[in-house]
């Protein structure tokens, strides 16, 4: 079951939720990020000695906490999402980027902005689902979208800001990714799902409000750059049978049919399972969901769910 028992050396796209580097409920403080970073990336590095590992990551808790920091000054316009994108991109693939180097010192490690073209016509800006931000109760969120006319949802047992979530298009750096990995980099790349752009009638791009789904930016990723699995790694130990009860429990293996059968949150699971999923159909590869300490033992096929064509 386990794709390292099969090929000696594999490419693997990893992307780490922003969840994972941000436990729900944690201080989005710059000390509890680098500490989650260092746990992520010990993990992260090693697979990568032995493996050749494109890393993704989410940026909900951050982005929401930069684009509230920029609400808050009264006196100047908040910066647009695709620049909080771009920042949120920098900031954590910096933390991610330095603490790798400093577990693989031996490799060479890139962090590349990427913008990802998105249509304008997306139905997902009338209908926003991505949560962004740290989580409030009820009463919290309810004040804060009347002041700052948010779009707020439920997650879990918190409420948090939603915004809208295109489906990605095209890599604008795919070839520049491409030629850095042919150079044996580790290359953290589509952070918080890329920066979202738009290509007017001119052929010139413009960044949109929005911001992109990580885990269906990295199975684009994935099967743009042929990688022989693609791995969501979550805070939740797999894809859960019966979510939510006492008797929930996690689902080992699973055909794509079967799990596309299946019904899940549209705002936190769903996503990931249509990322497996297309990852899984249009490659014929496998797709791992499951928790970050499981890392080597979700490849290994011994924790989290694998997504195959037929089981």
């Given at each position: 079951?386990?794709?390292?028992r099969?090929?000696?050396k594999?490419?693997?796209v ?6 994972a580097?941000?436990?729900?409920g944690?201080?989005?403080t ?27 990551h989410?940026?909900?808790?951050q ?14 316009k ?45 139905s ?19 004040a ?7 779009t ?9 800001r ?18 850095l ?9 589509c ?10 009638a001119?052929g010139?791009?413009?960044g ?12 684009l ?21 019966n979510w939510?009860?006492s ?6 293996e699973i055909a ?9 949150p ?9 990322a ?7 490659t ?5 969901i ?17 997504i195959?064509?037929?089981?």
């Amino acid at each position: 079951m386990g794709i390292l028992r099969e090929i000696n050396k594999v490419r693997i796209v990893i992307a780490l939720g922003g969840n994972a580097l941000l436990k729900r409920g944690e201080a989005l403080t710059i000390d509890a990020q680098k500490e989650n970073a260092k746990r992520a990336c010990k993990l992260i590095a090693e697979v990568a000695r032995s493996h050749q590992v494109t890393l993704t990551h989410g940026n909900g808790p951050q982005v929401g906490m930069l684009a509230l920091q920029a609400a808050s000054h009264d006196a100047s316009k908040p910066y647009p999402f695709d620049v909080l994108d771009a920042e949120s991109e920098g900031m954590i693939g910096y933390q991610l980027s330095q603490q790798l180097r400093n577990f693989l010192s031996e490799k060479k490690i890139a962090t590349l902005l990427t913008q990802i073209e998105v249509d304008p016509n997306d139905s997902a800006f009338l209908h926003p689902t991505k949560f962004i931000g740290p989580g409030y109760d009820k009463i919290q969120a309810e004040a804060l979208a009347h002041t700052h006319q948010w779009t707020i949802k439920a997650d879990g047992q918190y409420f948090r800001r939603v915004i809208a979530s295109p489906q990605p298009l095209r890599i604008l750096e795919l070839e520049i990714i491409k030629l850095l990995l042919d150079a044996g980099v580790l290359v953290i790349c589509c952070g918080g799902g890329g920066i979202p752009v738009i290509r007017e009638a001119t052929g010139d791009y413009e960044g949109v409000e929005a911001v992109i789904d990580k885990d269906l930016a990295s199975s684009l990723l994935a099967r743009e750059i042929k990688a022989d699995c693609f791995v969501i790694l979550t805070d939740v130990m797999g894809v859960m049978k019966n979510w939510g009860d006492s008797f929930a429990e996690v689902i080992k293996e699973i055909a794509v049919s079967d799990l596309e059968a299946m019904h899940f949150p549209e705002g936190s699971m769903l996503p990931k399972i249509k990322a497996a999923c297309e990852f899984v159909k249009k490659t014929g590869h496998r797709a791992y969901i499951g928790a970050l300490d499981d890392l080597p033992e979700i490849l290994a096929g011994n924790a989290g769910t694998v997504i195959d064509l037929t089981i």
